[in-house]
């Protein structure tokens, strides 16, 4: 077992770090601007950065780009070199695609490619564009894209839970979690809905019939916060990450809630007491156990109440549960730790914990639950 107040980088850390700058030596890097909604800027803000690195003297192509006929957008696109679309035939009528094999052949040190949802037509190599843009980023080609969050397959069900429509094209949360950099395009809902009205994303009857359906305030705010909330997650994530690699603690990301359980019916209301506490700091839940009460009676019991209040759920190994403890605290930076208080009782219950895990972890606040 690990000191707890060791603060070097585990070996799956260390790992990680070698796997990523491994991955790095030869891969493009990837960069997604993410939305919330189609018409919030995302083709034109990657234009005006493939514009900036090419007057910093970067070869920049653009692979694919719509501009749907919107004169800011084509206005970004001039003076932008258009690697020649590939012409498919289906069913009589000829779709143009990206070329990928173009691209890499062309090898420049950028390529913009827009819609990274988006379906190929039928006889193209792959069937998915984002698998077209892992083609060119594994030849060593930054690729700069843009993609809507409701094109998330993690989010396809609440997307069509709150617009009414299910989304049929979507993009593995692998390809965005992997991404170099994930940029939002943010808008207001209802400097949106302006855009929508004045014809500057669809034309005046399609908009009409977009702004009573998909573009409704509602729609656009739960969608805005979905992307928000996507984007505040993955700074979140690198910065655990840095501070696990680079050995530092003490710097708050989210109010993260820490409830540690046993197999006790008193265990049941401190969980729901970390939840409420999760709850009201807008944070996450993770509810710690030890391995060695997996099988006791009242257990499955608790854990099953946990996992139904979305609690995340680390088992800690061994007898050691302070290490164990430790260890959660320092790789999810946890801010708030909850603990059942009763006299009397064992290790779960007592302020000994409460005190030795203060001693190790000034930077954290323990929440000592009383049983009422």
């Given at each position: ?91 009589g009528v000829t779709l143009e695609e990206m070329d990928p094999e173009r691209v890499i052949a062309r090898r420049p040190q950028v390529v913009l490619v827009d819609e990274l949802a988006h ?110 909330r996507r984007v505040t997650s993955e700074v979140e994530g690198r910065l655990t990450e840095y501070m696990q690699e680079h050995g530092l603690r003490g710097w708050e990301t989210s109010e ?117």
């Amino acid at each position: 077992m690990r000191d707890p107040e060791d603060l070097r980088p585990d070996p799956e850390t260390l790992l990680r770090i070698a796997q990523r700058q491994e991955r790095a030596s030869s891969r493009g890097r990837l960069r997604v601007y993410l939305g919330a909604a189609p018409g919030v800027g995302k083709t034109y803000a990657m234009l005006q950065e493939g514009q900036r690195r090419r007057k910093r003297g970067t070869d920049v192509v653009v692979g694919f780009v719509e501009t749907h006929s919107r004169p800011l957008t084509a206005e970004a696109l001039e003076g932008l070199e258009v690697v020649p679309r590939k012409s498919i035939v289906y069913q009589g009528v000829t779709l143009e695609e990206m070329d990928p094999e173009r691209v890499i052949a062309r090898r420049p040190q950028v390529v913009l490619v827009d819609e990274l949802a988006h379906t190929n037509a039928p006889g193209s190599k792959h069937e998915k564009r984002w698998e077209d843009v892992e083609d060119i980023l594994e030849a060593g080609i930054t690729v700069i894209t843009t993609v809507n969050i409701q094109h998330l397959e993690s989010l396809n069900d609440v997307v069509a839970g709150i617009t009414g429509i299910r989304v049929r094209e979507t993009v593995p949360d692998r390809v965005v979690d992997e991404a170099d950099e994930v940029e939002i395009v943010d808008i207001s809902p209802e400097a949106l809905r302006s855009r929508m009205r004045h014809g500057n994303i669809y034309p005046p009857e399609q908009a009409a019939r977009a702004l009573e359906s998909f573009f409704q305030p509602g729609n656009l705010a739960a969608l805005r916060d979905l992307a928000l909330r996507r984007v505040t997650s993955e700074v979140e994530g690198r910065l655990t990450e840095y501070m696990q690699e680079h050995g530092l603690r003490g710097w708050e990301t989210s109010e993260r809630v820490l409830v540690l359980l046993d197999n006790s019916p008193e265990s049941e209301h401190a969980l729901r007491r970390a939840w409420r506490m999760a709850h009201a700091y807008n944070g996450d839940l993770l509810a710690a156990y030890p391995s060695y009460l997996k099988k006791e009676s009242g257990m499955i019991h608790i854990l099953t109440v946990a996992q139904d209040l979305n609690a995340v759920l680390k088992e800690l190994p061994g007898d050691d549960v302070m290490s164990g403890l430790s260890r959660v605290i320092l790789e999810q930076n946890i801010i708030h730790v909850v603990l059942l208080h009763v006299p009397r009782r064992s290790w779960s219950l007592g302020r000994g914990l409460a005190d030795r895990l203060l001693e190790v972890h000034p930077q954290i606040d323990v929440h000592l639950v009383s049983k009422r």
